[in-house]
């Protein structure tokens, strides 16, 4: 069964700190991996998948199969960045439909 | 676009009442999810469409729960009868074909209490 983790519910740095949100999977067929935010009073929204490798917003992730994490970092955080981040995996479930799992999600404060 | 549309916005019934639940996908998108989210649980899928045809249900917590799609723009999940429980935030989302099912576009969501 897939199952994501994402080991901090909360997380408080300072604006211009690094930042990084942990996230570690587990599922025994080839992951996708997604990062999904959600800002205050906003929906939530695709921040970016592993597969187009791209930075959205100055955030990257890697997917590391050795250790199973799919860790969010930004090398300077800003005050916009607060929100609440969710780590997803797509993959296929034994009755052979593809399911995205989500992560209990990591309240990211930025402060000022 | 408005993007995903749900009703109501909030909702508050008391045990043994039936809810019903409303959503509008995005128009032209090809597949329609059903969540639930809890501080305990977390975001939980429930059941998703694809060209209104139900793919996958085995997130559907009981018989109580029901999800109906009966053409490409509409969706209802229906709780009968409803327990104090399942009180949660619900979230359709939609997402269009060709980009499987991650590129998900999420509704506001209807909060439900059950007292």
């Known amino acids: 069964a897939q199952r994501v983790t994402q080991p901090e519910k909360l997380l408080s740095v300072f604006k211009g700190a690094p930042v990084e949100l942990k996230c570690n999977y587990s599922?025994?067929?080839?992951?996708?991996l997604f990062w999904y935010v959600q800002y205050s009073r906003q929906r939530l929204q695709l921040l970016l998948r592993?597969?187009s490798r791209e930075s959205i917003k100055g955030f990257t992730a890697d997917l590391n199969k050795g250790e199973t994490s799919f860790h969010l970092k930004k090398p300077f955080a800003q005050e916009e960045d607060s929100a609440m981040y969710y780590c997803?995996?797509?993959?296929?479930?034994?009755?052979?439909?593809?399911?995205?799992?989500f992560g209990k999600g990591t309240k990211l404060t930025v402060n000022p | 676009d408005a993007g995903v549309i749900q009703s109501p916005r909030h909702e508050v019934t008391e045990m043994g009442q039936e809810v019903t639940l409303r959503c509008k996908p995005i128009?032209?998108?090809?597949?329609l999810f059903w969540y639930r989210q809890t501080m305990m649980r977390g975001l939980e899928l429930l059941i998703y469409?694809?060209?209104?045809?139900?793919?996958?249900d085995s997130g559907m917590p009981e018989d109580r729960f029901s999800a109906k799609m009966p053409n490409a723009s509409f969706s209802t999940l229906k709780i009968q009868p409803s327990e104090p429980r399942d009180s949660a935030v619900y979230f359709c989302?939609?997402?269009?074909?060709?980009?499987?099912?991650?590129?998900?576009?999420f509704g506001p969501g209807t909060r439900l209490t059950v007292t």
């Open positions: 469409f694809n060209n209104n045809v139900p793919i996958d």
């Open positions: 997803a995996l797509s993959g296929l479930t034994q009755g052979g439909s593809e399911k995205l799992v």
């Open positions: 599922y025994s067929g080839s992951p996708e």
């Open positions: 128009s032209g998108h090809d597949y």
């Open positions: 592993h597969i």
């Open positions: 989302a939609s997402s269009p074909s060709g980009r499987g099912i991650y590129e998900q576009y």
